[in-house]
């Protein structure tokens, strides 16, 4: 499933659901704009896994439940807590994150 975000609620979709894959981006990021269609790839081929994308210029309180310095960035969460996070713009990296999370 994948959904982006419309309010400032991330912490409640990653308490809700068992895994969640977020994509960190702003509309002026390019390599943010290059990265959504592989983003929406991966969570097409993940249906147990809720993928979201958050501006992250927008929504500060779902910013800090990763440390995002650089865009874009992926972060996963697991049962509640983050798990881990790459900032990147290769797909193959992306696709790591999304295993290591998954595969558990």
């Known amino acids: 499933m994948l959904q982006e975000l419309a309010e400032d609620n991330l912490s409640g979709l990653i308490q809700d659901n068992d895994t969640v894959v977020v ?4 509309s002026w990021c390019g390599n943010c704009r290059i990265m959504k269609p592989k983003f929406k790839k991966l969570a097409s081929q993940n249906d147990n896994t809720v993928f979201v994308i958050v501006d992250a210029e927008k929504y500060p309180e779902s910013r800090k439940l990763a ?7 992926f972060a996963t969460f697991k049962s509640g807590s983050f798990v881990n996070q790459v900032q990147t713009n290769k797909f193959d990296v992306l696709k790591e994150l999304v295993d290591e999370v998954t595969s558990n």
């Open 67 to 73: 440390t995002v310095d650089n865009l874009p960035t």
């Open 23 to 26: 994509q960190y981006s702003a």
